[in-house]
């Protein structure tokens, strides 16, 4: 079975610049969390997804946005694009939201994006 | 503040030479504690999910243990191939994960 897939792989941008990152989830997953990875760090929450409709957000700015699709794909997107937004950008997708406890989460191999 | 901390930060061991890894938590409400293991370059990949204090579980070479403040993910025998960072993550009610900043495992033969 294909795990969760991310494109592009790795991304060039310019400061000021938009950005938008894309996510299949594992045939059957539902619910597609992103977080944001810097080198040395572990990753950090930003948003999650299921049935279309945000679930959670984590503290990041409105230059942050995604949505999902019906197929359960997902997009991330980022506006006006600084220095620090440079980092590993990764999807991750489990069955449930998790309404209730934590569903396992499997995560993709990322998006390697850095500003210019 | 919600904070989960890994120590060490890095460890080196000999090939065979078994050892652990904490993880612990300062966040309230534990619904679940993840440990991921995460090659350079590349997504973590799942390892183990523990929902209550008392729970252990194994895979191969690891296991994992879990305390209502603290988890650990004991090493024995490890190989080279072994060698990578491994990640916990606290979960609360909902599918958002508190990481921690992880620990870097070189294992050398």
């Known amino acids: 079975d294909a795990g969760v897939t991310q494109s592009p792989t790795h991304l060039i941008k310019t400061r000021g610049q938009h950005v938008t990152l894309r996510c299949s989830p594992i045939?059957?997953?539902?619910?597609v969390s992103w977080y944001q990875q810097v080198l040395g760090q572990g990753p950090q929450f930003i948003f999650q997804y299921y049935e279309k409709e945000e679930r959670g957000r984590g503290n990041f700015p409105d230059r942050f946005s995604a949505r999902q699709f019906p197929n359960y794909s997902s997009e991330l997107n980022v506006n006006a694009l600084l220095l620090g937004d440079s980092a590993l950008y990764l999807c991750?997708?489990?069955?449930?939201?998790?309404?209730?406890?934590?569903?396992?989460?499997?995560f993709g191999p990322g998006t390697r994006l850095t500003v210019t | 503040e919600d904070q989960v901390t890994q120590s060490p930060e890095a460890l080196r061991l000999q090939e065979g030479e078994s050892s652990s890894l904490n993880c612990s938590y300062t966040v309230s409400g534990l619904r679940g504690l993840f440990w991921y293991r995460q090659d350079p370059g590349k997504g973590p990949e799942f390892l183990f999910t523990l929902y209550s204090a008392g729970e252990e579980k194994e895979k191969e070479r690891l296991k994992a243990t879990l305390t209502k403040k603290e988890s650990f993910l004991h090493i024995t025998a490890p190989k080279p191939e072994d060698s990578a960072t491994y990640l916990c993550a606290w979960g609360g009610a909902t599918n958002k994960l508190i990481f921690g900043t992880g620990t870097l495992l070189a294992v050398q033969p």
């Open positions: 991750a997708s489990s069955l449930a939201p998790g309404d209730s406890f934590p569903y396992e989460q499997y």
């Open positions: 045939s059957g997953h539902k619910s």
